[in-house]
């Protein structure tokens, strides 16, 4: 049974930091480029941070680079999102998700989600 399940995350107060975690289960983690995204009230979802399977090259969006940052570790399934000066606009539901594109296969999970609100 395929599982992605986020944790880390609650409310903190502008130029605070969380780090949010989210571990994998059920389908081999390492084949796998992670992404965090998030969806704010009333907004479309929009990639936060990416890593490749191997951790050798991450992307981010503009808003928040330099503030945040994606790592793996594939001996423990889990990515990571360490999120420092933390800004309201932060405030969302962030999900992770998990993609493989295997010839012409794609492989897409999502964990459930899990709400940051950054206070002013």
């Known amino acids: 049974q395929v599982q992605l399940v986020e944790s880390g995350g609650g409310l903190v107060q502008s130029g605070g930091s969380l780090r949010l975690s989210c571990e994998a289960s059920?389908?081999?983690?390492?084949?796998?480029?992670m992404t965090w995204y998030r969806q704010a009230p009333g907004k479309e979802r929009e990639l936060v941070a990416s890593i490749t399977s191997t951790g050798g090259f991450t992307n981010y969006a503009t808003s928040v680079k330099g503030r945040f940052t994606i790592s793996r570790d594939n001996t423990k399934n889990t990515v990571y999102l360490r999120m420092n000066s933390l800004k309201p606009e932060d405030t969302a539901v962030y999900y992770c998700?998990?993609?493989?594109?295997?010839?012409?296969?794609?492989?897409?999970?999502w964990g459930q989600g899990i709400q940051v609100t950054v206070s002013s």
């Open positions: 998700n998990a993609r493989w594109d295997e010839l012409r296969t794609r492989h897409d999970f």
């Open positions: 059920g389908f081999t983690f390492s084949n796998y480029d």
